[in-house]
């Protein structure tokens, strides 16, 4: 009898802790954004900063929830970076439930955090079946206005902070004239075809690939030519230089002369024709190749494999 009171009053003491903790963390949000006026003005989101102990993953709409980054978000953790959860009040038990943040949430014990800063719904539904529809409906589209920054969009803030590649893009950009823009499509004059891609060839083969890659483009005229730093043109030449070391300087002098000859459509066109069965990226690569090999007598090395992956005869 004594033991089951005990029990009991424990079970009381922590209800009420909990709830001491949850009527704090209330009174404490602080309205964000706000409809109608006067007497009839609504919050409709809220800031504060919300106990860990008070949150908690509802199962019925979260239960199939994977976190493949999880990890690396456990490892990568910077606090500086972390956007606030998004949660909806359960006042009747006293916690929150958390539709916008699971990962967050599950990391931040890891990093000493007991507390998260969280954006509070307030609109949602006070009967639970309503509410609980209201929670699902913000996780499904909880990510659907989200803009993810494109690399191109990166460029100037990893000069800044003085990242290597970005760095060498630079240089190169204003060495050659060559411009960049966002948008996709072709390519006029002195504009750069795929920024992902260059960023990664300078990122893997430094900046005598890219000298090597701007240099045949410059001396061919192509910077003047409308696609001329197209991403087919671009990987073309730098298979080239990866597959033949030994005869960069020869392939460079070759290749400046013959491709001025021709435009970049007629190259694309060709490489088209002579490779039907390929795409336009891969099928120049292998245009060029044969120019290479036919005209200087090198020995081929390039092929592509079931997955259309460029690979070398070593």
């Known amino acids: ?31 964000l954004s706000t409809y109608g006026r006067g007497r009839s003005q609504r919050t409709i989101t809220g800031s504060v900063v919300a106990p860990l102990s008070l949150l908690y993953v509802d199962e019925r709409y979260q239960g199939l929830r994977t976190h493949k980054q999880l990890a690396k978000l456990d490892r990568n953790f910077d606090i500086r970076k972390l956007a606030p959860i998004v949660i909806v009040l359960h006042p009747e038990e006293y916690r929150c439930a958390i539709v ?78 060559i411009r960049y823009v966002s948008t996709q499509g072709n390519r006029g004059e002195s504009v750069l075809g795929s920024y992902t891609d260059t960023y990664a060839i300078a990122k893997q083969h430094g900046e005598k690939c890219l000298e090597f890659i701007f240099g045949i483009i410059q001396n061919a005229g192509w910077d003047n030519e409308s696609n001329g730093y197209a991403t087919f043109v671009m990987r073309a030449l730098r298979d080239a230089w990866i597959a033949h070391p030994a005869d960069r300087r020869k ?19 060709q490489a088209r024709s002579k490779y039907p069965k390929r795409d336009t990226r891969s099928g120049c690569t292998l245009l060029v190749e044969d120019m290479i090999c036919d005209d200087l007598g090198i020995e081929r090395r390039l092929y592509f494999d079931d997955k259309k992956n460029c690979k070398i005869i070593k």
């Open 100 to 177: 916008d943040g699971q990962g967050r949430y599950l990391v931040a014990p890891n990093h000493g955090m007991d507390a998260l800063n969280a954006i509070v719904l307030m609109d949602a539904p006070d009967d639970p079946e309503e509410r609980l529809k209201f929670e699902a409906e913000y996780f499904i589209g909880q990510d659907s206005e989200v803009e993810r920054v494109k690399p191109l969009e990166k460029h100037l803030s990893r000069v800044i902070i003085g990242d290597k590649p970005a760095v060498l893009l630079e240089k190169m950009f204003k060495k050659y004239g």
């Open 1 to 31: 009898m004594k033991r089951s009171n005990v029990v009991s009053i424990n079970t009381t003491s922590a209800t009420a802790r909990r709830k001491d903790a949850y009527d704090n963390m209330v009174a404490n949000i602080r309205p």
């Open 251 to 269: 392939i460079h002098t070759y290749l400046s002369k013959s491709l001025r000859e021709i435009d970049p459509s007629l190259l694309s066109s």
